[in-house]
Nanobody, 116 residues
Framework: QVQLVESGGGMVQPGGSLRLSCAAS????????MAWYRQAPGKERELVAR???????NYADSVKGRFTISRESARNTIYLQMNSLKAEDTSVYYC??????????WGQGTQVTVSS
């Protein structure tokens, strides 16, 4: 059974940084892709950053140059380093793992609040 456990959320002032972690219960290379999504109140869930099994990466335009997705295979973990945070980054952040022919998995979410 696949489990994804996020951590690292919290409250930070504008301009600050946070690093989110997502630990998988299985080998992360068993997934075709892993990603971070976010959902603010009253808004649809949106893709923030994705890393494909071959290492290619893509970001939402709104976070390019500020956020960095990475992975650590030894820990079966992906990360989202978030710098220069803005109030509009306030959301619940979700970890996602996709197997093209084997399921789409979500973590429970972690709250990120950017406020002065």
């Amino acid at each position: 059974q696949v489990q994804l456990v996020e951590s690292g959320g919290g409250m930070v002032q504008p301009g600050g940084s946070l690093r989110l972690s997502c630990a998988a219960s299985v080998n992360i290379f068993s997934f075709n892709a892993m990603a971070w999504y976010r959902q603010a109140p009253g808004k649809e869930r949106e893709l923030v950053a994705r890393i494909i099994s071959d290492g290619s990466i893509n970001y939402a335009d709104s976070v390019k140059g500020r956020f960095t997705i990475s992975r650590e295979s030894a820990r079966n973990t992906i990360y989202l380093q978030m710098n220069s945070l803005k109030a509009e980054d306030t959301s619940v952040y979700y970890c996602n793992a996709l197997r093209t022919f084997g399921g789409n998995f979500w973590g429970q979410g972690t709250q990120v609040t950017v406020s002065s």
